[in-house]
């Protein structure tokens, strides 16, 4: 479960980390609409809610499709600018075509891409668009119906509301995020300048990575995908609001993005979602659970298992081979046996590790 971006053959400057205005508002608007993805900015999120006029408050749910489950193509730079107002610009230089692809990828809620034939023009993927479109509810529906009609209104009415937005909470808060971003653009650059992209990759998260061959950036998320970023370059854009949330531009056609999470103090690195699901296959097994639960009120042999449960010793090898594959045991020899007990930190933070490798 990777996202591979092919980098052979890019110039060294077609990496860059910059910060994006409209990527932060972009994340801003995500935590406004999913706040339980984002616990720490819950009371922030609550303020802004109530402050919003009504008319506004309105608009950002008639078009939440484009940041709420994932975030549109156009809403991640991949040239950032200094401003949001000179971002928006570069939105409106996208061909009808091609933004209505990307808003309808969101809207629908898939990973077809509607671009060609368009469904601006093509009768048969206008009504595939419409039909994933009303599947979502009747709001999708309508924004999708909205847009294939008239997508320069849409375009500018969703232009107009992302303004309104700097108003209403973006430029204060954009004011505070701006600090954050800055110190860590500075480090990742000095990285990259002085260690070299895999030490810069590093820092930008545990779940993104060098390739070993150097041909490919490696980004740990629950997608099968490849793009390349030969001929166009990657960017990367830190986020104060986008944790946990590693986002991603990887559609054909469009140069790969990745907004990632700011570092925190002592921040902990996200387990390998290879690992959570060998976790999740140890424990889908009666006998491995039963065995947890006699190893949950104290250490126990090999033996001691296998007599407390009827089973063979060479049985109970085998699954705690795989609990201990799993980390989910620790083995301790004392004299000529082996006493096993759980690993009790990872087994407990299971839950938690799972909800983020779900929502990275």
């Given at each position: 479960?990777?996202?591979?971006?092919?980098?052979?053959?890019?110039?060294?400057e077609?990496?860059?980390?910059?910060?994006?205005p409209?990527?932060?508002?972009?994340?801003?608007?995500?935590v406004?609409?999913?706040?339980?993805?984002?616990?720490?900015f819950?009371?922030?999120?609550?303020?802004?809610w109530?402050g919003?006029?009504?008319?506004?408050?309105?608009?950002?749910?008639?078009?939440?499709?484009?940041?709420r489950?994932?975030?549109?193509?156009?809403?991640?730079?991949a040239?950032?600018?200094?401003t949001?107002?000179?971002?928006l610009?570069?939105?409106?230089?996208?061909?009808?075509?091609?933004?209505?692809?990307?808003a309808?990828?969101?809207?629908?809620?898939?990973?077809?891409?509607?671009?060609?034939?368009?469904?601006l023009?093509?009768?048969?993927?206008?009504?595939?668009?419409?039909?994933?479109?009303q599947?979502r509810?009747?709001?999708?529906?309508?924004?999708?119906?909205r847009?294939?009609?008239?997508?320069?209104?849409?375009?500018?009415?969703?232009?107009?509301?992302l303004?309104?937005?700097?108003?209403?909470f973006f430029?204060?808060?954009?004011?505070?995020?701006?600090?954050?971003l800055?110190?860590?653009l500075?480090?990742?650059?000095?990285l990259?300048?002085?260690?070299?992209?895999?030490?810069?990759?590093?820092?930008?998260?545990?779940?993104?990575?060098l390739?070993?061959?150097?041909?490919?950036?490696?980004?740990?998320k629950?997608l099968?995908?490849?793009t390349t970023?030969?001929?166009?370059?990657?960017?990367?854009?830190?986020s104060?609001?986008?944790?946990?949330?590693?986002?991603?531009?990887?559609?054909?056609?469009?140069?790969?993005?990745?907004?990632?999470p700011?570092?925190?103090?002592?921040?902990s690195?996200?387990?390998?979602?290879?690992?959570?699901?060998?976790?999740?296959?140890?424990?889908?097994?009666?006998?491995?659970l039963?065995l947890?639960?006699?190893?949950?009120?104290?250490?126990?042999?090999?033996?001691?298992?296998?007599?407390?449960?009827?089973?063979?010793?060479?049985?109970?090898?085998?699954?705690?081979?795989?609990?201990?594959r799993?980390?989910?045991?620790?083995?301790?020899?004392?004299g000529?046996?082996?006493?096993?007990?759980?690993?009790?930190?990872?087994?407990?933070?299971?839950?938690?590790?799972?909800?983020?490798?779900?929502?990275?």
């Amino acid at each position: 479960m990777t996202l591979r971006i092919d980098i052979r053959g890019m110039p060294s400057e077609g990496l860059r980390f910059a910060a994006s205005p409209l990527a932060e508002l972009t994340a801003m608007l995500h935590v406004l609409a999913e706040p339980e993805h984002h616990p720490r900015f819950a009371a922030w999120a609550a303020d802004v809610w109530a402050g919003l006029r009504p008319g506004l408050a309105e608009r950002l749910r008639e078009a939440e499709f484009l940041w709420r489950t994932s975030q549109a193509d156009f809403m991640l730079p991949a040239r950032p600018r200094p401003t949001l107002g000179e971002e928006l610009d570069d939105v409106d230089r996208i061909d009808d075509e091609r933004y209505a692809s990307a808003a309808l990828v969101t809207t629908c809620g898939n990973r077809i891409h509607f671009a060609s034939p368009s469904p601006l023009t093509d009768t048969a993927t206008r009504d595939l668009a419409l039909d994933l479109a009303q599947a979502r509810g009747a709001r999708q529906e309508a924004f999708a119906e909205r847009l294939l009609a008239d997508p320069k209104a849409v375009r500018a009415r969703v232009r107009d509301t992302l303004e309104a937005c700097a108003e209403a909470f973006f430029d204060a808060a954009w004011a505070d995020a701006a600090v954050q971003l800055a110190t860590d653009l500075r480090l990742k650059n000095d990285l990259l300048q002085r260690q070299g992209l895999g030490a810069a990759l590093a820092s930008v998260s545990g779940a993104v990575a060098l390739a070993p061959d150097g041909d490919d950036i490696l980004v740990d998320k629950l997608l099968d995908k490849a793009t390349t970023a030969r001929g166009t370059g990657v960017t990367f854009i830190p986020s104060v609001f986008g944790r946990p949330h590693l986002a991603m531009v990887h559609a054909p056609g469009w140069q790969p993005v990745v907004q990632y999470p700011v570092a925190e103090p002592d921040p902990s690195d996200p387990v390998p979602l290879d690992t959570v699901a060998l976790r999740l296959e140890a424990l889908a097994h009666p006998a491995r659970l039963r065995l947890l639960r006699t190893l949950a009120r104290g250490t126990h042999t090999n033996g001691e298992l296998a007599h407390a449960w009827d089973l063979t010793p060479p049985e109970v090898s085998r699954h705690l081979a795989l609990l201990r594959r799993a980390g989910l045991l620790v083995a301790r020899r004392e004299g000529r046996y082996v006493r096993y007990s759980l690993n009790v930190p990872d087994l407990t933070a299971l839950g938690t590790d799972l909800l983020a490798a779900v929502l990275r």
